[in-house]
């Protein structure tokens, strides 16, 4: 009966963690860093979509404070971080708000 060395033993927990790693970690990085740059980039009337699902445009930047007009003569104010992405032309036609 052959004994296998220490060393044999740790590599299938290797390559576990390392498709982990390229399966999991390393995409959610990526997202988070792609998430990082857009709300970097976000501008005065810019169409965004929140977190809380609400579509708005925005009118004023203050830091880390945005306020939106969620409709005519509405706005609220919220975090920064509460945008999930910037609508193009073609979601913007999707939007409830828009007519």
């Given at each position: 009966?052959?004994?296998t060395?220490?060393v044999?033993?740790?590599?299938?927990?290797?390559?576990?963690?390392?498709?982990?790693?390229?399966l999991?970690?390393?995409p959610?990085?990526?997202?988070?860093?792609?998430?990082?740059?857009?709300?970097?980039?976000?501008?005065?009337?810019?169409?965004?979509?929140?977190?809380?699902?609400?579509?708005g445009?925005?009118?004023?930047?203050?830091?880390?404070?945005?306020?939106i007009?969620?409709a005519?003569?509405?706005?609220?104010?919220?975090?920064?971080?509460?945008?999930t992405?910037?609508?193009?032309?073609?979601?913007?036609?999707?939007?409830?708000?828009?007519?």
């Amino acid at each position: 009966m052959q004994q296998t060395s220490p060393v044999m033993n740790l590599v299938p927990l290797i390559a576990i963690f390392a498709i982990f790693y390229f399966l999991l970690i390393r995409p959610q990085q990526k997202q988070a860093k792609e998430h990082e740059k857009m709300l970097g980039a976000l501008q005065k009337g810019n169409r965004v979509l929140t977190s809380g699902g609400l579509y708005g445009t925005i009118t004023a930047i203050q830091g880390q404070k945005l306020e939106i007009e969620i409709a005519k003569s509405i706005r609220v104010t919220m975090a920064r971080s509460a945008v999930t992405r910037v609508l193009n032309e073609n979601e913007e036609n999707l939007s409830p708000t828009s007519s």
